[in-house]
């Protein structure tokens, strides 16, 4: 079946560093790939996404490129804020309106 | 416009206790989604409907959960008799005919002591 593998957290860093959350992906096929992003004591919000190969999905200064080659979608911005705080999914679908399929989540956290 | 409205927010109940929660999906979206958000297992679904009629409830945990949807615009997920460990965030979210994008509302934190 499909799943999702992101990287472990917490991840803790100082405002303006650059933040890389790792994802792979396993489907059948060609899945659209998405990130989500939940503040404290909030429900999950659209980060960005990507429906094919070498797009990249961009919002608030993060970007993910879906890499069909290594089945991957990792999340980058440049320069972190406090504000950027929260827990990150990764999660992908098979098709419209059908389930997600979301990674654990990554937990970050930035210091002034 | 009005996102993914769920009720209540926050519920504690005791154990063997009814625990109903509702879900109001965007207006026009046909597709609805009940996930569960645990720790151990992190976000996965439960159930899912398309126009009204339930298409895959492989992840309901037991027949203590069922869940309807009467019409477009309103769902229940009921768990009777509740235990401890139902204890979790219980999210909906729903999306537009053909669309992979989903929206969620904000959640129900369910404490069952």
């Known amino acids: 079946g499909n799943s999702v593998t992101q990287m472990e957290g917490p991840v803790t860093l100082s405002e303006e560093a650059f933040l890389t959350i790792n994802c792979t992906y396993t489907?059948?096929?060609?899945?659209?790939l998405f990130w989500y992003v939940q503040y404290p004591g909030e429900g999950l919000q659209l980060l960005l996404k990507?429906?094919?190969?070498?797009d990249k999905g961009s919002n608030k200064g993060f970007e993910a490129t879906y890499r069909k080659e290594t089945t991957s979608f990792h999340l980058e911005k440049g320069s972190v804020q406090v504000s950027d705080s929260a827990v990150y999914f990764c999660a992908l679908s098979d098709q419209g309106n059908t389930p997600l399929v979301f990674g654990k989540g990554t937990r970050l956290s930035v210091i002034a | 416009d009005a996102g993914v409205i769920q009720s209540p927010r926050h519920e504690v109940t005791e154990m063997g206790q009814e625990v109903t929660l509702r879900c109001k999906p965007i207006?026009?979206?046909?597709?609805l989604f009940w996930y569960r958000q645990t720790m151990m297992r992190g976000l996965e679904l439960l159930i899912y409907f398309n126009n009204n009629v339930p298409i895959d409830d492989s992840g309901m945990p037991e027949d203590r959960f069922s869940a309807k949807m009467p019409n477009a615009s309103f769902s229940t997920l009921k768990i009777q008799p509740s235990e401890p460990r139902d204890s979790a965030v219980y999210f909906c979210?729903?999306?537009?005919?053909?669309?992979?994008?989903?929206?969620f509302g904000p959640g129900t934190r369910l404490t069952v002591l």
């Open positions: 979210a729903s999306s537009l005919t053909g669309s992979d994008t989903q929206y």
């Open positions: 489907a059948t096929g060609y899945p659209s």
């Open positions: 207006s026009g979206h046909n597709s």
């Open positions: 990507a429906t094919k190969a070498d």
